[in-house]
């Protein structure tokens, strides 16, 4: 008996068997996969920006006694919050070791240099550190407690000491020589200030300034003295730590002075500023003194910074906090940042954050009152003054600054004119406050997005259309792998020629540019047109799909004149200079590094993957649907619009979502091609900052686990749900579109 040569073996079957499984595990595996890698990218996200979402808190470390806790006047601890110390009425500085071995140990007591009896205290800004000592001849000291490092047997140890930034001499306030009751004092750089009030109810504003002796090489002090004019009873008084503005809080107003020139003090603006039925109790300075903090008795604490007005610049009442309803009720604040915190004379401390105005924590922490209240230099831990006890509180409280409505809502920075959406992370300045709205730049990303697809999908979708339906199969062996091999080109290559070589070529010329815009289309249709007059055998020497041919010479006349004619249309509608009659004439502003540049740009950079997917989905219209219609008597027009079309819809639809999700995505384009700005502007002629190009230039120099490290984690994952949303429409409309047109 034989076997039929024909029939497949057993074992061939069991071989395909496998190979088919094989092939379908992988593929589910492969995918399953996909979906994993996507999954942990999300969770890792959320895994680093969940931290600026967690709520401050305040723990008790530990306390001890201590005696005549009324003659303490100030108190503060080093940076590391190992050492307190204390200043006490009598003119010495106690040290306290406050580490959890050595807790509550007495370390040593250092006089201050005095030369005569102490009469008020005062302190500076929490950043400068310095404390200083009113005196009954009316002059000051100013002292600053330091400590010297020194590492014996390879341990840390901690030498208290006491500096004089101005020597040990005091400062003469009053040349009358009446003791000083109150006052407040800053020493920047060369200069130091002091505005004090006599016993006899003199107001002084005094102003030293050092000068070396040519002769004798010793220091002297240069002073000028004004005599203020204040009405009423004198309550507090404040000075920023550059001098420029000195504040008197009386029983219900605040006079403010500019005290730039001492010889030429002027009143600015007085301020009335408690709230209705309601009365200043205490007043304190923001960090970086552009903010005025006030606390009335009915517990509502204002933030007041100046701002442009018909009058200038004056200081008005931009947000309000509620607390602690108490008649003693005192504000103190952080070294840099906007947090401040509330004392009360019921034992209630109170953390708050100006700008994203959030109170961020608050509880009962002392039995009795709060008498007096310090902050750690990096604001992790605190000392407070209660119940005869010193007690060092933790505080956890790493991003304040972070909140819903600073991120996506309008925040009233200070100096600015208006609420506003502001990213600006970084500056030079210690007092500066970081600006972390993420509006602006997912705006940019919308923005260039846009315009990248206005320029790609009308010449990507022609393109492809004409090239899978009207394009010779010779002719378009040779376009469509050209076209896809553009899609090869690294866009930090475009990004560097687009903004080294379009950009300047597009402010020089930019008539041409808009010219080309118009001139293009109809110098085609015209070219079209003529072709349709021509005598049959002219136009049938060329082969049938090979047409488009014929559009390079007319494209590259068509630049050439654009180009030629710029210099002559500049000089005709624009007086010579297109720039200044966009900004002068329509209130432009004009970037070399625009919206425009990075459209095409972009554009070019995405025509290659809309086209090839949308070419393939036309091209793969089966036949005998356009034969079919072109049977029954319709044109090739009709043909594509009412079956090619439609049936290739779910895959057209499908190239320009994919486009639209590379356009969102895209980063060295961005980076090179536009200013980076971070501003909300539609204006074609101005630049954008997106969230992908701001994470490659922010995150080299964001520090880990900072607020700015983790926003910027943050706008990864508001990427990462951007182009979530945008495929998971894409997929559902596809689906739509294909389950409606896959019956034709």
Not at 167 to 194: C, N, P, R, W
Request: glycine fraction near 6%; charged fraction near 20%.
């Amino acid at each position: 008996m034989t076997s039929n040569p024909n029939k497949p073996s057993f074992n061939t079957d069991r071989s395909r068997l496998f190979k088919d499984r094989f092939a379908q595990f992988s593929i589910t595996a492969g995918g399953i996969m996909v979906l994993i890698a996507l999954l942990l990218i999300f969770f890792y996200l959320l895994y680093v920006v969940q931290p600026i979402f967690e709520s401050a808190k305040v723990e008790t470390r530990d306390s001890f006694e201590l005696n005549n806790i009324e003659q303490i006047a100030g108190l503060g601890v080093e940076e590391q919050t190992e050492v307190a110390f204390l200043l006490t009425r009598a003119g010495a500085v106690d040290f306290y070791s406050v580490e959890k071995q050595t807790f509550g140990n007495k370390l040593t007591s250092l006089p201050v240099t005095l030369d005569a009896k102490v009469s008020s205290f005062a302190k500076s800004a929490p950043f400068q550190g310095q404390y200083a000592y009113g005196l009954e001849n009316g002059s000051a000291v100013i002292v600053v407690p330091k400590f010297l490092v020194t590492f014996p047997n390879n341990k840390r140890k901690l030498t208290p000491r006491l500096d004089y930034p101005l020597g040990e001499m005091s400062l003469v306030v009053d040349d009358q020589g009446a003791a000083i009751s109150q006052f407040a004092f800053s020493h920047y750089e060369e200069k130091t200030a002091i505005v004090a009030q006599t016993v006899d109810k003199r107001l002084m504003f005094s102003s030293f300034v050092a000068e070396e002796n040519m002769f004798t090489g010793e220091i002297e002090w240069q002073v000028e003295r004004t005599e203020l004019d204040v009405d009423g009873r004198i309550d507090q008084l404040l000075m920023s730590p550059d001098t420029t503005r000195t504040f008197v809080r009386t029983a219900n107003q605040i006079y403010i002075y500019d005290t730039r020139f001492p010889s030429d003090v002027e009143l600015i603006q007085v301020l009335a500023a408690n709230e209705e039925n309601a009365n200043l109790v205490s007043a304190e300075l923001l960090a970086g003194a552009n903010s005025l903090m006030l606390a009335n008795d009915n517990g509502e604490v204002s933030q007041w910074f100046e701002v442009n007005t018909d009058d200038g610049r004056e200081y008005q009442k931009i947000r309000a906090f509620e607390t602690t309803k108490q008649n003693k009720l005192d504000i103190f604040t952080e070294f840099y940042r906007r947090t401040f915190f509330t004392t009360s004379s019921n034992g209630e401390l109170g953390l708050y954050y100006t700008t994203s105005e959030a109170k961020l924590w608050q509880g009962k922490i002392s039995d009795g009152a709060i008498e007096n209240f310090a902050i750690a230099p990096r604001s992790n831990a605190a000392l407070i003054l209660a119940d005869n006890k010193l007690t060092v509180v933790e505080i956890h409280n790493e991003h304040p600054e972070v909140t819903w409505s600073a991120l996506w809502q309008e925040v009233w920075y200070e100096g600015y004119p208006e609420p506003g959406y502001i990213w600006q992370s970084t500056s030079a300045s210690d007092d500066f406050e970081s600006k972390f709205s993420l509006v602006p730049i997912s705006f940019g990303t919308i923005k260039a997005a846009m315009y990248a697809m206005l320029f790609a999908v009308p010449i990507a979708l022609s393109a492809a259309i004409y090239t899978a339906y009207f394009m010779s199969s010779e002719l378009r062996k040779v376009v469509k792998p050209t076209v896809e091999i553009m899609e090869a080109l690294p866009t930090v290559i475009l990004g560097f020629l687009a903004g080294l070589w379009l950009a300047p070529l597009i402010e020089e010329h930019l008539p041409a540019i808009v010219g080309l815009l118009v001139m293009l289309p109809l110098g085609i249709i015209a070219t079209a047109f003529g072709w349709t007059k021509l005598p049959a055998s002219i136009r049938h020497r060329i082969p049938e799909g090979s047409h488009s041919i014929l559009l390079i010479p007319v494209v590259l006349l068509i630049g050439w004149l654009a180009f030629a004619m710029s210099g002559a249309i500049e000089l005709w509608m624009f007086d010579g200079n297109v720039r200044q009659y966009l900004t002068n004439e329509l209130g432009m502003t004009f970037d070399q590094r625009n919206s425009l540049v990075v459209g095409i740009a972009m554009g070019f950079a995405v025509i290659p993957t809309i086209f090839s997917i949308a070419e393939d989905a036309v091209f793969s219209v089966p036949k005998h649907l356009s034969n079919g219609s072109l049977a029954l008597g319709a044109t090739q027009w009709q043909t594509l619009v009412s079956v090619v079309l439609l049936t290739a819809s779910p895959g057209i639809f499908s190239a320009v979502m994919m486009g639209l999700g590379r356009a969102v995505g895209e980063t060295m384009i961005v980076l090179m091609a536009t200013g980076n700005t971070p501003i909300m502007d539609w204006s074609i002629f101005q630049g954008m900052r997106t969230l992908a190009a701001n994470i490659a230039v922010e995150m080299p120099e964001s520090e880990v686990g900072s607020s700015h490290y983790r926003i910027l984690f943050l706008a990864a994952f508001v990427l990462f749900i951007f182009t979530f949303i945008f495929n998971t429409v894409a997929e559902f409309v596809r689906q739509q579109l294909r389950d409606k047109y896959s019956s034709m």
